[in-house]
């Protein structure tokens, strides 16, 4: 089964940099897309970023040119730079495969954007 491991959380201010990374364990291949979601406080999760494995990304309007995607097949890890970051960037991030209903959700790791 696998897992998703998230870390690279934590508080910043508005206008700073975080770096997040996602490890997958146990047996994954590399030819799914994968990505990055994430979930605010009251509202339900939603879709970042995503990856496929010949490096092809996309994202949601609300993150373009603040925030990057990318993997290393090789390490079988997603990274998401994110830039720039608002209060309203502040969430729980997770990563998972880029398909209609992904499963075996990991713990996610926090964002918090505040003064």
Excluded: H
Excluded at 43 to 54: F, H, N, P, Y
Excluded at 74 to 102: F, G, H, K, W
Aim: proline letters at 3%; aromatic letters at 8%.
């Amino acid at each position: 089964q696998v897992q998703f491991v998230e870390s690279g959380g934590g508080l910043v201010q508005p206008g700073g940099s975080l770096r997040l990374s996602c490890a997958a364990s146990g047996s994954i291949s590399t030819i799914y897309a994968r990505g990055w979601y994430r979930q605010a406080p009251g509202k339900q999760r939603e879709l970042v970023a995503c990856i496929t494995s010949g490096g092809t990304s996309t994202s949601v309007e609300s993150v373009k040119g603040r925030f990057t995607i990318s993997r290393d097949n090789a390490r079988n890890t997603v990274y998401l730079q994110m830039n720039n970051l608002r209060p309203e960037d502040t969430a729980i991030y997770y990563c998972n495969l880029c398909v209609s209903q992904p499963r075996n959700w990991g713990q996610g790791t926090q964002v918090t954007v505040s003064s």
